[in-house]
């Protein structure tokens, strides 16, 4: 198979692909006693007709369109490979050519060209030129001591109050809801913590002061249901008022919570995981922050096409028309996402960044469980959704930015500097720190004067040979350097070079993108 690609702009590419009939022939082959399986030749049994025989029957034309069809995707899968591009949006494929299959002399081909929205060539900022300011850590006594009421919480005990009702009271309820006359809405036998605020809006403030066989009314919006959204009278029935009793914190609930023997212990570990869980929260803030600065400092286009193709699925998801106002308005959103999205999968790719199928695992069923859905039906419903490969990627660009906050300067508000290490833990075996290279200078192109098409195709000439003056003048000064380039253009520098010239920007490239496109065409 031979591809050749075209880049039509920073972010379009034109993949001409040929097979020639001979590497066609298994796929001819292979489609033809398909078809034989289908069809009833009289003389034979399914499947068994000589290829001569069906190609009588059913034309040759209709195997060749057959194996074009079964066979299209996987060219075009291969041809994207070795070409070293990444496609952003569908494929837009015409074929300008099949071929004959004539016998073993037959020198047709299948031509096919793929015109396609693809991944810009992105220069990746060096997350070590780059300083991220974080709050500083600081455990008080007082956050010891929520963690300790917290555990003491989960050994408490509930005793009847004859009492008024308080906040971190738990009231056994009925509660109906109605909008008008209709009963909207109803549960008994609720137990429920006044504070935890999880049910209806004003339903904290309605039971507050209420006290065993109270009935307390209120109006509120309901939360869930056909009603969503619409306001409901409601009727609270308090069954009974009970107080959380919580044990004492001494060396005996210390025996009885926790591995260790003293109270004393017990704070110093519950502090240690109040430090641990702080320093957690101090990079959260980091994470968005260091992104903001690499996605500021790289400079790259975005591909048109796969944001408007978002836009229009949004649109249509909210039962929109196409030309809505409101596909405009949510543009820069989607430009701030796409961006961000195609930075970190080039960091990902750098870093080599894996997501275990283990670690994958682990993320469904936690997703499972915030949606309080069986992890198994959870699974189903996001490989039927086609989302798996999506957790996928997003895994891996939050590791791309763990990777990049490694190499990041962190520090708090107090000037100290952050051990992301120590949070974070070392880096996952497999991971590499690649080698960043300096930003490509970008010449602004002299706007273009109008001149007949004689003296345009006079110039053209000179001119494509001055530019490669330029790359050999760059390539002896030993500055040359194919990340800096798009796959073509290194491409055509290389044919132009000598084989000394050329090994060492294979080896560059090997050493740096590691394009597939540019590293098979420079072994061969």
Same mark, same amino acid.
């Given at each position: ?183 909207? *809405? !109803?549960?008994? $036998?609720?137990?429920? =913590? ?5 049910? %209806?809006?004003? @339903?904290?403030?309605?039971? #507050? ?113 196409? *030309? !809505?106002?409101? $596909?405009?308005?949510? =543009? ?5 996402? %796409?961006?961000? @999205?195609?930075?970190?999968? #080039? ?178």
């Amino acid at each position: 198979m031979k591809q050749n690609v075209e880049h039509l702009s920073e972010t379009r590419a034109k993949l001409s692909v040929e097979v020639s009939a001979k590497d066609f022939e298994p796929e001819y082959d292979k489609a033809a006693k398909e078809i034989a399986k289908q069809v009833d030749i009289p003389g034979f049994r399914r499947g068994k007709a000589p290829r001569r025989v069906l190609e009588s029957k059913v034309g040759r034309g209709f195997i060749i369109e057959q194996a074009v069809n079964d066979n299209l995707d996987r060219y075009y899968q291969e041809a994207v490979a070795e070409a070293g591009i990444v496609p952003m949006s569908r494929p837009e494929v015409a074929i300008d050519e099949v071929p004959k299959m004539a016998g073993k002399d037959d020198e047709s081909a299948l031509k096919f060209t793929v015109e396609v929205d693809v991944r810009p060539e992105i220069w990746m900022p060096n997350p070590a030129d780059f300083e991220v300011e974080v709050p500083a850590v600081e455990v008080t006594d007082d956050d010891v001591q929520a963690e300790l009421d917290a555990l003491r919480e989960r050994f408490s005990t509930l005793t009847n109050v004859d009492r008024a009702a308080k906040e971190g009271d738990y009231v056994n309820i009925d509660m109906v809801a109605k909008i008008g006359d209709e009963n909207v *809405d !109803d549960v008994a $036998g609720v137990s429920y =913590r006044i504070g935890d605020n999880t049910m %209806l809006e004003g @339903q904290d403030e309605a039971l #507050t002061g209420a006290k065993a066989d109270d009935v307390v009314e209120f109006k509120a919006k309901l939360a869930g249901g056909e009603h969503e959204g619409e306001e409901a009278d409601v009727t609270i029935t308090v069954h009974s008022v009970k107080e959380s009793v919580l044990p004492d914190a001494d060396d005996d609930f210390a025996m009885m919570a926790s591995e260790f023997d003293t109270i004393d212990e017990l704070k110093e570990d519950l502090r240690e995981q109040a430090t641990k869980a702080k320093a957690n929260s101090q990079l959260s803030g980091a994470y968005d922050a260091l992104v903001s600065q690499l996605v500021e400092a790289s400079d790259f286009p975005l591909p048109q096409g796969v944001i408007d193709d978002e836009i229009a699925n949004h649109l249509r998801n909210e039962g929109r028309e196409a *030309d !809505d106002e409101h $596909g405009e308005e949510i =543009r820069p959103d989607v430009e701030e996402a %796409l961006r961000n @999205q195609l930075l970190l999968d #080039t960091y990902a790719e750098a870093f080599k960044v894996e997501v275990s199928q283990q670690e994958l695992l682990d993320f469904l069923i936690t997703q499972a469980q915030m949606y309080g859905m069986d992890p198994n039906q959870f699974v189903q419903a996001a490989a039927q959704a086609g989302q798996i490969n999506a957790f996928a990627g997003e895994m891996a660009r939050n590791k791309a930015v763990m990777a990049a906050l490694r190499l990041a300067k962190v520090k708090d508000e107090n000037g100290n500097v952050v051990d992301v290490d120590e949070i974070l833990g070392e880096k996952p075996e497999g991971e590499v720190v690649p080698e960043f290279t300096e930003k490509p200078k970008k010449t602004a192109k002299p706007k273009a004067e109008t001149k007949p098409k004689a003296a345009k195709k006079a110039e053209a000439k000179p001119k494509k040979a001055e530019e490669k003056a330029d790359e050999l003048e760059e390539s002896a000064n030993g500055e040359f350097d194919p990340s800096a380039h798009t796959v073509g253009e290194v491409l055509e520098y290389a044919e132009n070079a000598d084989d000394a010239e050329k090994a060492r920007v294979l080896e560059a490239e090997k050493a740096g993108k590691a394009r597939k496109g540019i590293v098979s065409k420079l072994e061969s």
